[in-house]
């Protein structure tokens, strides 16, 4: 796309605008994870650590099994998003192209509930989980993450599905799919930049999630990642550059799986080509 | 056997009556047009036969099984869609060879029926790309390849041409009947086009507002229209209607403005038992002569309102007393616009349609 000279520089400036905002705690951090305590409370503050140290990378790995927090978080935002994506695909296929009475309510209504202060399911959600007898283990992180993804999940995927003209489809049913069968073979691999959006929110929420985490699943051996961060944490001193040495190590591979998905969705979107 | 057979088929959306009870027996092998203005229903009906819209009332069966209940994909049809609707993700060959794939054939057999297929319509050159790497022709192609490799008991096709350019259509129409001729499946075509329903069908059924007009070869629709909507939907341009009085003993039709028709004696019985009556004239632009001349021509005096020359033949349009009529002349005729002749009206082709319902009055052999 091509825009006028004066329009593209305010779309760099705004682009920088949302990119300072976001990155300068994330650099913050990453310098921080690479000071010595006492560099960190010298004066005047230094911007680039003066000598670059490992030791707090050491000292996350030694001080704390953050490989095993890591393997749970893992475990749980990725279970919880395929989850979360499988259903929420169908809701939005079902939202999109059957013809529901009162779709529009059904929309609105899953909006009201994604705006749900997650406070207010705490103690329902405890009660359930220790009925079931499932505190600490995965499932009690797994299907919460997943249906609170899924509101959002829904409505992102139900946009994407809407654009994809309805014949084809139709052309895969007599083609010889099912129902569902057209929508794997045919709506979800056209709506992949979707899909993969809607992944990815729910992906990222739950790797973020604490509040959650903390109550139900406080066992050293179920811990998720940011449960484990605060660990590192003493009754008394505050070690911020190996939490933030922590912190680095808990964002990578989310940027990682991110950059990945990115590659493939772009990648996706220029291979097609729908009729013009 | 692949006959379709279509009993006292309805369709409502809601409470809204789209479809009100059609039969229709489409004969195996036979090639079967759907026209009929824009939302009578043509689409609504090819889509009930190929099961993506539920039969809200009546029956469907395709070669003798009734099909209301079986999803498309058991119906054994392939269908080509207006916009092609060929899948984006995928090559040329794997979009023709999906349905084969679905139905777990095996792969040496998938590509000696994905290669015939391209090779009879010319596509296979392109079978590594993607349907957007194609012009508007070759995905049209590809659309029917992918029709074709399943060789199903019924195709189905909806607006196939409507997004080619004239010369393309014209090149593909030709192709799609030579391939009927040569794969002799049931064919369900729904068209805007006049030219592609006169040349492609066996039989034409002409709909409007969700109910079936007449049915009959392009012959029957063209030369023995059943109501004055099917005479004046057929023919570009269409049949010239005028209101007229037959006239004492049907010996005449007398046009407003005292114009009298003579009609021919093998006629006139038909036209006496509708005598004194008030109906409309119907007759054909080609069956309106620059001169009057030969036998059962009525003389009348017109005046050249607009001569609109179109190369193999030439437009005018007359006016014979309080009405207007168009004919289409040999190119050769000297017509000027503002000058009076004595055109001529073929009498042993014209037709009359009651006014109230619109239907054909005509005897045996008109
Ligand atoms: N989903 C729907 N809900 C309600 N009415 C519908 C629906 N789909 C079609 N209709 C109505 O059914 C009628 C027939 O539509 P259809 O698409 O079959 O027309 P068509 O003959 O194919 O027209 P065209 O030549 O423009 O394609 C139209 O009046 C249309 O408004
Ligand atoms: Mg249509």
């Given at each position: 796309?091509k825009?006028?000279?004066?329009?593209?520089?305010?779309?760099?400036i705004?682009?920088?605008?949302?990119?300072?905002?976001?990155f300068f705690p994330?650099?913050w951090?990453?310098?921080?994870?690479f000071k010595?305590?006492?560099e960190?409370?010298?004066?005047?503050?230094?911007?680039?650590?003066?000598?670059?140290?490992?030791?707090?990378?050491v000292?996350?790995?030694?001080d704390?099994?953050?490989?095993?927090?890591?393997?749970?978080?893992?475990v749980?935002?990725?279970?919880?998003?395929a989850?979360?994506?499988?259903?929420?695909a169908l809701?939005?296929?079902?939202?999109v192209r059957l013809?529901i009475?009162?779709?529009?309510?059904?929309?609105?209504?899953?909006?009201?509930?994604?705006?749900?202060?997650?406070?207010?399911?705490?103690?329902?959600?405890?009660?359930t989980m220790?009925t079931?007898?499932?505190?600490n283990?995965?499932?009690?992180?797994?299907?919460?993450?997943?249906?609170?993804?899924?509101?959002?999940?829904?409505?992102?995927m139900?946009?994407f599905?809407?654009?994809?003209?309805?014949?084809?489809?139709?052309?895969?049913?007599?083609?010889?799919?099912?129902?569902i069968g057209?929508?794997?073979?045919?709506?979800?691999?056209l709506?992949a930049p979707g899909?993969?959006?809607?992944?990815?929110?729910?992906?990222?929420?739950?790797?973020d999630?604490?509040?959650?985490a903390?109550?139900?699943?406080?066992?050293?051996?179920?811990?998720?990642l940011?449960v484990?961060?605060?660990?590192?944490q003493?009754?008394?001193?505050?070690?911020?550059?190996?939490?933030?040495?922590?912190?680095i190590?808990?964002?990578?591979?989310?940027?990682?799986?991110?950059?990945?998905?990115?590659e493939r969705?772009?990648?996706?979107?220029?291979?097609?080509g729908?009729?013009? | 056997?692949?006959?379709?057979?279509l009993?006292?088929?309805?369709?409502?959306?809601?409470?809204t009556?789209?479809?009100?009870g059609?039969?229709?027996?489409?004969?195996?092998?036979e090639?079967?047009?759907?026209?009929?203005?824009?939302?009578?229903?043509k689409?609504?009906?090819?889509?009930?036969?190929?099961?993506?819209?539920g039969?809200t009332?009546?029956?469907?069966s395709?070669?003798?099984?009734?099909?209301?209940?079986?999803p498309?994909?058991e119906?054994?049809?392939?269908?080509v869609?207006q916009?092609y609707?060929?899948y984006?993700?995928?090559?040329?060959?794997?979009?023709?060879?999906f349905?084969?794939r679905?139905?777990?054939?095996?792969?040496?057999?998938?590509?000696?029926?994905?290669?015939?297929?391209?090779?009879?319509?010319?596509?296979?050159?392109?079978?590594?790309?993607?349907?957007?790497?194609?012009s508007?022709?070759q995905r049209?192609?590809?659309?029917?390849?992918r029709?074709?490799v399943?060789?199903?008991r019924?195709f189905?096709?909806?607006?196939?041409?409507?997004?080619?350019?004239a010369?393309?259509r014209?090149?593909?129409?030709?192709?799609i009947?030579?391939?009927?001729k040569r794969?002799?499946?049931?064919?369900i075509?729904?068209?805007?086009?006049?030219v592609?329903?006169?040349t492609?069908a066996?039989k034409i059924v002409?709909?409007?507002?969700?109910?079936?007009?007449?049915?009959?070869?392009p012959?029957e629709?063209?030369?023995?229209p059943?109501?004055?909507?099917?005479?004046?939907f057929?023919?570009?341009?269409?049949?010239?209607?005028?209101?007229?009085?037959?006239?004492?003993?049907?010996?005449t039709i007398?046009?407003?403005g005292?114009i009298?028709?003579?009609?021919?004696?093998?006629?006139?019985?038909?036209?006496?038992?509708?005598?004194g009556r008030?109906?409309?004239?119907?007759?054909?632009?080609e069956?309106?002569?620059?001169?009057?001349?030969?036998n059962?021509v009525?003389?009348?005096?017109?005046?050249?309102?607009?001569?609109?020359p179109?190369?193999s033949?030439?437009?005018?349009?007359?006016?014979?007393g309080?009405?207007?009529?168009?004919?289409?002349?040999?190119?050769?005729?000297a017509l000027?616009t503002?000058?009076?002749?004595?055109?001529?009206?073929?009498?042993?082709?014209?037709?009359?349609f009651a006014?109230?319902?619109g239907?054909?009055?005509?005897?045996?052999g008109w």
């Open positions: 796309m825009l006028a000279p004066n329009r593209r520089k305010t779309v760099w705004a682009a920088a605008i949302v990119a300072a905002n976001g994330a650099l951090i990453l310098f921080t994870s010595t305590e006492a960190l409370l010298r004066h005047p503050i230094t911007i680039v650590p003066h000598d670059p140290t490992l030791t707090n990378y000292r996350v790995f030694v704390q099994p953050i490989l095993l927090f890591l393997w749970n978080s893992l749980v935002a990725g279970l919880s998003t989850l979360c994506v499988f259903v929420s809701a939005a296929y079902a939202i013809r009475p009162g779709r529009n309510l059904v929309l609105s209504i899953l909006l009201a509930v994604s705006m749900f202060p997650l406070i207010s399911l705490m103690v329902p959600l405890f009660q220790r079931l007898g499932w505190l283990t995965y499932p009690a992180l797994v299907f919460p993450y997943a249906v609170l993804s899924m509101p959002v999940c829904t409505l992102v139900a946009s599905f809407q654009d994809i003209p309805n014949d084809l489809e139709n052309a895969a049913m007599i083609d010889g799919c099912t129902r057209a929508l794997w073979h045919v709506v979800v691999p709506a899909v993969f959006t809607a992944a990815i929110l729910a992906f990222v929420n739950a790797w999630e604490f509040l959650l903390l109550t139900l699943s406080s066992r050293v051996t179920s811990r998720t940011p484990g961060i605060t660990l590192y003493g009754e008394f001193a505050f070690p911020w550059p190996i939490i933030s040495a922590a912190l190590v808990a964002i990578v591979p989310v940027c990682v799986l991110i950059a990945i998905f990115q969705v772009v990648s996706g979107l220029t291979a097609g729908v009729k013009g | 056997m692949s006959d379709v057979v009993k006292n088929v309805v369709k409502a959306y809601g409470t009556p789209v479809i009100h059609v039969d229709l027996h489409i004969a195996s092998g090639f079967c047009v759907f026209v009929g203005p824009s939302g009578c229903g689409s609504t009906l090819l889509r009930m036969v190929a099961g993506l819209e039969i009332d009546g029956e469907i395709i070669g003798g099984v009734r099909v209301n209940d079986l498309p994909r119906r054994d049809i392939a269908m869609f916009d609707a060929l984006p993700h995928k090559t040329v060959f794997e979009n023709m060879a349905g084969l679905l139905r777990k054939r095996p792969d040496a057999e998938i590509r000696r029926s994905v290669g015939d297929a391209a090779q009879i319509l010319q596509i296979d050159h392109l079978l590594d790309r993607k349907p957007g790497q194609l508007g022709g049209q192609r590809v659309a029917m390849g029709a074709i399943r060789n199903p019924a189905l096709f909806d607006e196939p041409l409507s997004n080619l350019d010369q393309l014209s090149e593909m129409r030709v192709e009947n030579k391939l009927h794969l002799r499946n049931t064919v075509y729904v068209t805007h086009d006049q592609e329903a006169m492609l066996d002409v709909l409007s507002a969700g109910r079936i007009m007449q049915v009959g070869t012959d629709i063209y030369n023995r059943a109501a004055k909507f099917v005479a004046g057929t023919g570009s341009p269409p049949m010239n209607f005028m209101p007229c009085t037959v006239g004492e003993g049907g010996g007398i046009l407003d005292d009298r028709l003579p009609v021919p004696a093998a006629r006139r019985a038909v036209c006496a038992a509708h005598a008030r109906l409309e004239f119907g007759i054909r632009p069956h309106v002569f620059a001169e009057a001349a030969g059962d009525a003389e009348v005096p017109a005046q050249v309102q607009l001569v609109e179109l190369g033949d030439t437009l005018g349009l007359l006016r014979i309080p009405g207007e009529i168009t004919g289409r002349f040999a190119p050769e005729a000027a503002g000058s009076a002749i004595r055109a001529g009206i073929a009498m042993n082709k014209f037709h009359l006014p109230e319902t239907d054909a009055i005509r005897g045996p």
